[in-house]
Nanobody, 120 residues
Framework: VQLQASGGGMVQAGGSLTLSCTTSRSVFSDNGIDWYRQAPGKERELVGSISRAGYTNYADSVKGRFTISRDNAKSTVNLQMNSLEPEDTAVYYC???????????????WGKGTQVTVSS
């Protein structure tokens, strides 16, 4: 299972960026995908998730600013980030948990992180 994340960069506060996470068609169609982030000196935290059916949930810190969507044609999950704040500066990772026949066979896969830097 491979996840390819892209779209990071540097932006001023108040700006926008879109991150993308591309995977294989089978992984994309069978699983929900999450976005996490890790700021320097902090633990990795969940930013938001999108289910196979397209249901989303978000961390309180990004609600109303970030939107996760699925592009079925491209097997890609996008993270649209608006009204960015310096506190959003972090390495962003996409993640998928591929479920086995039972939970003990579940496996977690991570994409390479992509850096987002928001300057004040």
């Amino acid at each position: 299972v491979q996840l390819q994340a892209s779209g990071g960069g540097m932006v001023q506060a108040g700006g926008s960026l879109t991150l993308s996470c591309t995977t294989s068609r089978s992984v994309f169609s069978d699983n929900g995908i999450d976005w996490y982030r890790q700021a320097p000196g902090k633990e990795r935290e969940l930013v938001g998730s999108i289910s196979r059916a397209g249901y989303t949930n978000y961390a309180d810190s990004v609600k109303g600013r970030f939107t996760i969507s699925r592009d079925n044609a491209k097997s890609t999950v996008n993270l649209q980030m608006n009204s960015l704040e310096p506190e959003d500066t972090a390495v962003y990772y996409c993640h998928v948990r591929v479920h086995g026949l039972s939970s003990k066979y579940d496996r977690d896969y991570w994409g390479k992180g992509t850096q987002v830097t928001v300057s004040s």
